[in-house]
Every structure is written in structure tokens, then in C-alpha cells.
């Protein structure tokens, strides 16, 4: 069957969710700040991701963020939604009202609790009975470093073979891995890097574009990456791939959340507090964070 | 200052949540499995647990199960509530509403999603928040199988400085970590064995009782173990403990929960289904486990 | 078939190689050492084992450290050697070196390079034709921290099927796993615990001794723990289990080889330098360690 | 200072050790396989590497062998002896002998049997003891998937200061690292990629070349996707990149050095026996081993 038509080519800042000091989404922010990432030559945005603090917000909150930023992106650039749930009924319902407030497409995270038996089989399933409800194309996101979970090469390219499981963002960093899953899922299944440390090598096997945390922060940095490498220009994309780990580190594995908040702070943005039980950035981490960001050419 | 008044000693099943066909929530097998599990010497049950698929429930179906389960147990036995969810402010608002179904504690899973922030800063704060704000007792729950999050003894010992806080649900399997957290937490704060795999060692280094698995489906056994250790009897309750292991580990890590629900149907309770993505047993599966059923005595 | 007659009952230090200011063995500080412990009640003497730095040693120094230590144990004491290596082969040489040595058992850790290949048929297969080859008791070492390996119970079971396999060093710290070889390898074949850690709870599940590094600083308190638990004293035995913790602790996993050797020599022993890539204590931990032992009554 | 004058650019093969039907190292077909390696532009050899089954040979055997292939390799050819071992003595012993032997430089791998020690501080002492005892240039073999140690970049940089320590093997197959590795120990460090996995992208992000177990069985593949690496030919190098992992998994995690013997015999190259507690390929795993050899055309 022929793949529902959708290019995830490009690159796609993972956003935060701004709150405001009592912990409220705060959703005047959120538009201020994507009207700002609106003019760079981003394909997209990814909301309620890993990086926007989803499993912290209530459905309500999610629904209206949502249409807060549907209102706010532009129709030529993709709003992806990131609906997963434990169990299949909540995902496929998430996914639903993702729909309905505007998404065009879903980015789902592999169940994850019992990890013991979150097997190939249980995990194909729960795609395909998603795929089947879901209104819009569907993407896998798996991200084992923060569920457990690493979705084989060959439950990936079963899961690939129905029309509305459009591609996958992979975060799980091996880089042999994300190439196998190119060759077994074949074309039409849209590899995404899920993380900006190996969004070139990713690109050379064969990932169509990536999500990024780093490009919240240095989007003109990241576009450059994807750019240069389209250009036959891999020397000098190298250095800049280079260069961008530590920034990317520092905002991701590093200092987390608090870390890309503090950031956006740094670059004004609306970053703001995040919700506990994560803790802000103490003034010794922001210090190094800023540190890295001017040593990076960030800041 | 003193902890609350609230024993835990004794043997705790972590109920499973009936599903229908439909994968709806069967209230009417819930009130009747507790009609039959409360005829054992049973000190309570744990209710929206890892074993309940809390995980898999909605809000309005966890309070629902809760005031099912309040009118299905006497007043002489415990209801403690799992009410852990990822955000600190989620699960201040549900153990609120458990309390306010009559749950007499709530059991409350690490915060994990973000588990390179899962300091023992972060958790002892998101804890003393929690205990801060419940109008009932507090229990830590710690299953590192589940989460990938192991607290520290002396994140531990310093969350159970709070008088709210009054024990903790231990299913990592370190029986040395047990036993040092009895010792750095002190006396006022219990320890239940979160397996029966490791119950009666648990109870030798100091737990005053377990949160066992293998209470839905063989009370008694889980019982004998308990009343031989207090009343001194170790020869026979290791017998009987070494005994017990291959049952429990299949209707636990073997089989999972759709293992310990097709024990419950071979034993004559409502086991059902479970909801997706969790996949139910296959007949070679079911054979396994009638087969360790009969070899360990249960069936 | 009847295993070899050799009882394990009791309680082993697993002791260090000694080292002078170069970094050869110091032989007759060796000796010395095993003069004093030989005044208390312990079964014998783990040698080359991992607190030994065995994998730091060559084959002569090995055979050398034996027979220096046959000559200072007496007879009613046992020698076991550690013999482990990555091939059979090898294990099999160095086995029959060290019964040639005065050895009364080998002690033979996993091998475990090729970790992703070390199946329980390969290892079955191993320990079964160096028992074969063997000409003194054989047991396993099973050290996961160390090796990545945690040999499974139903290959700890067939592997026991053999009558020069005697045992085993359980050093896992899974006590449920302990307890279900004790019940899956069936009596003659017989288990020590690993570690000071679980020495109680090891006991109570079927272990007949133990092998803990905390016996090599403090052997009144390990041997005490063995005889309360024997006669009866439950009680008291968990009282200094739980003490015994922090102490152990510090002179394995926390301050590891160069924190055992510091506390001999606050204790009068002969504990000297670590080899490299090992590095000796720094002045801080030492301070550490110090106020552990006299926390714990071990100084 | 400047680094020691050798190249590490190209392909190299981790060539596995001949043993005859006892057992016993195989010198002359060792010979003849390197007669036929030859032929092709592979840059030099590693020798008593993992796949040398090096932690199975003697020190006898391993100088044995390091001479067999110095009179079988051509002057214009490296030969890269694995030295490592668990001490830092016996690791500088083995160096030396390797360069009497005619070594041209000494991979050695992280020491980690102590792996909570292996502390960054404790391995560039390690590495910077040995490069300066060595009298050929030293290189860092970090493996993490045998030895569970990843040496972390900060320490690879601090150990990249000694003149004498000229590059990497780095297997561990996370591309961000790597990537990281090259920007922070700088020009003269040099990375090779160590597997074939990875290789196009590793030389994308910095690495000179590769150590690469496919190079044994499908030299021209391994050299084309370098050439055509260096021709700029992007597309087609990604292309064959993707279509050789299965067939590299095959011969590494997947079968093994097993599974890397057979398919020498199958070639034509003398594979022969691993020495236990490896096991051979069963017939199921070798007509496996076939098919995936012919669908990746390398049979």
C-alpha cells in the first residue's frame, strides 16, 4: 500500500512547554516564542514531545497547547503531535483530539511500563491498531534512554508496512541501528534523528531530516547541518556537527529540560521554570551552561 | 515527630483490575474477588498498583475502582491506594481524591520519565511535597524493574524524615539495600517486600510485611510464610519460601499480569483480560503456567 | 552420583594479595596475615579470588601465593583457590596447578570476554569438563558485578549434576536467585554467600557459608552472625547483619580493593599497596573509611 | 609534542586466530590467510585482538603468532598487536615483547575486570604508564560491549596529550561520542572506527579508518565503502554501508568469532575451531550464516 502523503523532510525544534511561576502552562509565551522559530526555514515543530514535558500535562492542557500552537504555526509547516500513552485505548484517543485541534501527524512513544513485555509482537500491534484509528499519519518515537524500551530493526519494518505509520524519530543513537532500520523498512518510511550529536551521520544513511532539541536554541545551526549536507558540502557540515555536540549535550542528556529552559532564557526566549519533581538549573549549572553556549558559538 | 498511627504489617495482594470483553472496567468481579480474598487473614489490599495496570486506567476509572474496592473491604483491613503519577502536582491531585474514596494510604511509584533527573534531591522533595499536601499516609514505591529508577538508602532515609511518611514498598530485590534502608530510615518507617521471592528474608532483616503478588492467588501460602517466621519456625518457612519461588516468578517477571490473571481464572476468581498493549496468554503459555501451578501446590 | 566429600559450612575471607612498595607479592606478609586469622574460627581461606587481585597476577606468582599459603594453613582449615580463567583450557591448567599447590577446592569464576556468548550451554559445558579434568572439588563463582554474567539457576541446576561440582560463591546478591539454586541444585551441592551483604538472609534460605571480604577486618562480627543465626538467635543476628552493612560496604563496592587493604593496615594487618591500574586510597577516603570502621564497631 | 610518525588510515581487518581440530594454534594456515588478505589494499592487521580470541592464548602463543604474521605481512603493511591485559605491569611486559616480535604499534584494551575503579583517572594513568614504557606507538581499544567500560571523552583527550598515544579503536558504536572523540583529543589522535556498522559514518565525523571484522571476510566491500568515502561518493557509500550491516552482524554480535570462522571456510580462507567455552555454529546457525552471507553478496 502507498505510504499517506507527507514529507517529514527538514528539521524540527522539539518545544518546550513554557509555565509561568505558580507551574501553569502559559500559553501567551508559547505563541510569542514560535512566532520568533517561525522564521527560520524549520519544516516544522514537534509539541508534546520528551521535551515539552508531555507526561506532566493534563489532556485538557495538552488539547489547549495544541491549538494554541496551531493558531501560531504557519499552515506550510508541520504541526506533530506527540500522543503516546501506556495503554493503546488512551494512545488512540489522545490521538484523536490531536487531530481535531490541528495536528498533521502523531509521534508516539513505544509503551514502555511493563518493560519486560513490551515485546516485538505487543509493540507492532499497538502501532497497527493505532494506525488503523488514527485520523492522521502516525510516526514511532523511540527513545530508549528515557522508557527502556529500543524497538528492534525487524518490529520496525513490520510496523512500517502499514500506509498510515509514515516514519519514526530515533533517539536510541546508534547509528548502525538507525541505518538497518532505513535498509529493512524501505523507502516511504521516513527516518527522523532524534537528537542533533548524530543528525549528520544520520542524514548520510539515509534519515530524511531531525528532531532537535538543539534547534530550539540555534536553529540557524542546525538548518546549516541539513543545508550543507544537502550540498555535497560534508567537510565543512562535519565541523559544524563537531562543534554543536557539546552545545546539544549541554541541553539534553546534560542539563536536561532545566538546561534548554534556561537557554532559551539565555537567548530571549520564553524558557521559564519547569514542573517539579525536575529542578531548575541551580546558578553554578547555569554558569556552565552559559559557558558552553558561548564556547559553542550559541550565545 | 511521630509518624503517623497506621500499621503495615502483614501480607498486602496488589490487586489486578478486572477487564471485561470490551476491555472495560468489571466492577462487579472486583467486589467479588475481594469477597473471596477477604475470608483469608489478609492485612489489606494495594489497589491501583503495578499488578492493577493503574497505568492503564483513567482518573474517573481509578476512583470508581476505589470506591468499589472501600465498599468490598472491611474497615478492619487496609485500602492503600497506588496514586503515584509523573508530575509532582498530579499526584498531590490524586491522592487527594483516593483519600477522599477512603483509601487509608497511598502508595506512590517514583517519579521516572526524566531518569537522568531523578536525583535524590528531586525525589526527596517531590516525596515531603506529596507528604506535605495527603490527608493520609504516604508510601514510597520503589521498582526499579518498572521504572529503572533505584532510590538511594539515604534518599530513602531522609524522605522518611517526614512524618507523613511512613513506610515504603521495596520490589528492587537487594535484599542488602533492604535491610541498610530499615537501618538508615530507623524504626517508624516500613518496609514492606515488594515480591514474594524475597519475602521471608525481607521479614528476617526487618520488613514488617510484603505487598506479594502471590497473595491473589495463594493466600494462604503467602500467609503460612509470614505466621512460621513470627513464630519462629525458619526451617520450614524457607521451605516453604524456595517452594513459592517458581510460582511467583510466573505470575510476576515470567508471565507478567496476563499470568496472574489466567491464574486467578484457573483458580475460580475473575482474571479476564488485559487491556492492550499488554497481550493476554497463548495456550502453550497457559500450559506452562497450570503446569507451575501444580508442581508449586497452588492449583 | 555423591559429590565429592568436602563440606563448605562456615565462613571464608577472601583475602588479598599483599604487595610491597614495587609491587611484587610480599610473601611473608602473607604468612603473617594468615597467622592472625588463623586464631578465630574460620573455615578456611578463599585465595586468588577476586579481593586477591588474581586477574593482576601472573601463573607463577599464583602457585607461588599457594603454596605459601598451604604452609601457613592448617590442615583442619580449607584452601580454595581461585582458578578462573577465560578458557578451559587454561582453567584446567591452573586447576591442576593448584591442587598440585595444596589446594582443596577450586573456586572458578564465568568467563565472561565474550559475555554475549557465554550461554548456559557454554557454561554448563565448561564447568562440566573441568570437573571432569579436575583433580580437587570444583566450585562456581558467580560475580556479575565483576563479569556481567549471572549464571541461571537451571544452569547452576545442571551444571551441580556433576559430582566434582560441589558449590557454588554466590556474590549476585539476587537472594531469590539464591534460594531457588539452593532449591533448584538440591542438597550436596552447597552455597555460600558472596558477600557480608546478604550473609544472613543467605543463611536463612539455604546457604551453609559464606565468603565475604568483611571477614578478612572484622571476623569475630562475621562468624558471630553465622552462629546466632545457627543457634536460633534471629534477632540478634539481623541486629548486626543490618550494622555489618555500611562496614562491608566500604571495603567492597564503595572503597573497593585499596579500601579492604587500608582497613588491615589500620587493624595491624599487612594491607599495603594496590597494583595498577588500581589506585591506592586518597587521604580523604581514608578519613572516610576510618569513621566507618568506628561507626560500625569494626575499630 | 608532536605525536609518534604512523598512519592510521585505511582498513584493517581484526584477523581471528587458526586453532586445529586439538585445539592447538594453526600457524601455517594463519600464514596462508594473510597470503590471501595480501592481495587486497587493506592498510595492516590487527592481530591477538577480540576476534584473535586473544584472552584464550598463552603469552607463548601470542609471540608466536605476532611472528608468524610479521614474516607473512609485507614491510608496507601495519601490524597492530593487541596487548592489553587486566595490570598495567603485565600490559607493558606484552607491549615489549610485541615490538621485539616486529609489532608496528599495540592496541590495547581498557582494562575492567574492577569496572567500578576503571575511573577516568585510573585509565590515562593506565594508558600514559604504558605509552611511555612502550616502544611503539600505543592505541586505546575501548569495547564496552565486552568490557563494559566506555572510556569517556574527557579522558580520552587527557590520555590523546602523550605523544606516544596515537589513536583509538573505538567499538562502541555510539557516533556522537566518536564524533566528540575526534573534535575534543584533536589533529594527531587518531579514531578508527571498530565496526563495520558504523564505518561510513565514523569516517563522516572524523575517523581515519576502521578495524573491521568484515574486512576479513569481505575485504573489497570494507575497502570500497572507504574509497568511495573518499571519492565523495556519498550515495553509493551509504548504499553499500546499509546492505553489509547484516551481514557484519553476522559475523560479529550475531554468531560471533564462530560465526567468523565459518564463513572463512565458507570463502575458502582456513576458519576452523573456537577454543571452548566458545562454541562452534550449529548446522541451523550455519546454513543461517549462509544465507545471509548470499543475500549480502558476499558468497
Not at 510516526?139 to 528515557?146: A, E, K, L, T
Not at 522508557?147 to 528492534?152: E, F, I, N, R, S
Request: charged share 20%; with cysteine; net charge negative.
Amino acid at each position: 500500500m502507498t505510504k499517506a502523503a507527507i514529507s517529514l523532510a527538514g528539521v524540527f525544534p522539539p518545544i518546550p512547554t513554557p509555565f509561568d511561576e505558580r507551574g501553569e502552562v502559559h500559553y501567551a509565551t508559547l505563541a510569542d516564542n514560535l512566532a520568533r522559530w517561525n522564521e527560520y526555514g524549520l519544516a516544522g515543530y514537534v509539541v508534546l514531545g520528551s521535551n515539552g514535558e508531555a507526561v506532566y500535562l493534563t489532556d485538557e492542557e495538552k488539547v489547549r497547547i495544541l491549538e494554541t500552537c496551531r493558531r501560531a504555526i504557519p499552515a506550510d509547516k508541520l504541526l506533530i503531535a506527540g500522543t503516546g500513552a501506556q495503554s493503546t485505548r488512551a494512545t488512540i484517543d489522545l490521538t484523536r483530539r490531536a487531530a481535531e485541534a490541528g495536528a498533521d501527524a502523531a509521534l508516539v512513544v513505544t509503551p514502555h511500563y511493563y518493560i519486560g513485555k513490551m515485546t516485538s509482537e505487543a509493540l507492532v500491534r499497538h502501532y497497527h491498531a493505532l494506525a488503523d484509528a488514527s485520523p492522521i499519519p502516525v510516526m514511532i518515537y523511540n527513545v530508549p534512554g528515557f522508557t527502556g524500551v529500543d524497538m528492534a530493526v525487524d518490529a520496525l519494518a513490520r510496523a512500517a508496512e502499514h500506509p498510515n505509520l509514515v516514519g519514526m524519530k530515533d533517539t536510541a543513537g546508534n547509528i548502525t541501528k538507525l541505518a538497518d532500520t532505513v535498509r529493512a523498512a524501505g523507502p516511504g518510511f521516513q527516518v527522523l534523528a532524534g537528537s542533533a550529536g548524530f543528525f549528520l551521520t544520520g542524514l548520510v544513511v539515509g534519515a530524511v531530516g531531525g528532531v532537535l532539541a538543539l534547534a530550539n536554541i540555534a536553529p540557524q545551526r542546525a538548518l546549516d547541518i541539513y543545508y550543507l549536507f544537502r550540498a555535497g558540502n560534508l567537510e565543512e557540515a562535519a565541523e559544524l556537527q563537531r562543534r554543536m555536540i557539546p552545545v546539544n549535550t549541554a541541553v539534553t542528556a546534560g542539563l536536561g529540560i532545566a538546561g534548554l529552559k534556561a537557554a532559551l532564557d539565555m537567548l530571549g526566549y520564553y524558557g521559564g521554570p519547569v514542573r517539579p519533581p525536575l529542578l531548575d538549573l541551580t546558578g553554578a549549572q547555569r554558569e556552565t551552561l552559559r559557558a558552553i553556549l558561548v564556547e559553542g558559538g550559541a550565545l
